[in-house]
């Protein structure tokens, strides 16, 4: 907690009052142009990656940066879009997912979540990019993915997720009309390379 203390102090002493101006329209409103969709994992930071400031993107985050598909059932992610296209009238969406991401790696395998009952459930939500991928290549004597298939279901977890996120009625409306674009981004963290989904190629080509 020390280093977190230490850093609000730097950050009210000496960043906010080069900024100060900015902060002060901010309080008043945000104009966010990104709805940024990612994992909870530490060593993925929105803003870091993209060069962002405060007000420029709204993010979402959750283990695995999933979407679920919409139902009648409310839950933070459903709200945080209908809020973010409806109301901030946002026009893009990246969902965003990762290198090593520890979530695919428990998606990859859920038969050892039994004490983690509400992670299993949630990853319940890649179940069919882990079975896309399953279908491709041979599973070991356990029935679950060799390791080395990551990265794979991590991509194809990109690509589900960008389907669920169709499936949201705001989402789903303004595509309709051409006001809404999704983008579907995978951030190596080792390279510091994002790879973005080609619907055309149906591959991850370099950005
Ligand atoms: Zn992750």
């Given at each position: 907690?020390?280093?977190?203390?230490?850093?609000?102090?730097?950050?009210?002493?000496?960043?906010?009052?080069?900024?100060?101006?900015?902060?002060?329209?901010?309080?008043?409103?945000?104009?966010?142009?990104?709805?940024f969709?990612?994992?909870?994992?530490?060593?993925?930071?929105?803003?870091?990656?993209?060069q962002?400031?405060?007000?420029?993107?709204?993010?979402?985050?959750?283990?695995?940066n999933?979407?679920?598909?919409?139902s009648?059932?409310?839950?933070?992610?459903?709200?945080?879009?209908?809020?973010?296209?409806?109301?901030?009238?946002?026009?893009?969406?990246?969902?965003?997912?990762?290198?090593?991401?520890?979530?695919?790696?428990?998606?990859?395998?859920?038969?050892e979540l039994?004490?983690?009952?509400?992670?299993?459930?949630?990853?319940?939500?890649?179940?069919?990019?882990?079975?896309?991928?399953?279908?491709?290549?041979?599973?070991?004597?356990?029935?679950?993915?060799?390791?080395?298939?990551?990265?794979?279901?991590?991509?194809?977890?990109?690509?589900?997720?960008?389907?669920?996120?169709?499936?949201?009625?705001?989402?789903?409306?303004?595509?309709?009309?051409?006001?809404?674009?999704?983008?579907?981004?995978?951030?190596?963290?080792?390279?510091?390379?994002?790879?973005?989904?080609?619907?055309?190629?149906?591959?991850?080509?370099?950005?």
């Amino acid at each position: 907690m020390d280093k977190l203390l230490e850093g609000l102090k730097k950050f009210q002493t000496l960043i906010y009052p080069l900024h100060q101006t900015r902060f002060e329209e901010l309080a008043e409103s945000q104009e966010p142009r990104v709805l940024f969709i990612t994992c909870s994992d530490s060593r993925v930071d929105p803003n870091l990656l993209t060069q962002t400031d405060p007000g420029e993107l709204f993010i979402c985050r959750n283990a695995g940066n999933i979407v679920p598909p919409h139902s009648n059932e409310t839950g933070g992610m459903t709200a945080s879009i209908e809020y973010a296209v409806s109301v901030l009238n946002i026009k893009n969406i990246i969902i965003c997912g990762h290198s090593n991401c520890g979530a695919m790696k428990a998606a990859m395998n859920t038969e050892e979540l039994n004490d983690l009952p509400h992670v299993k459930t949630w990853l319940g939500h890649c179940r069919a990019a882990v079975k896309s991928v399953e279908n491709q290549h041979d599973c070991n004597q356990h029935g679950t993915l060799d390791p080395a298939y990551l990265d794979e279901v991590t991509k194809q977890n990109i690509i589900l997720q960008m389907q669920h996120i169709k499936t949201h009625p705001a989402v789903f409306a303004k595509l309709a009309t051409n006001e809404l674009n999704i983008y579907g981004w995978v951030y190596d963290i080792k390279s510091g390379n994002v790879e973005y989904y080609d619907e055309a190629s149906h591959g991850f080509v370099k950005l």
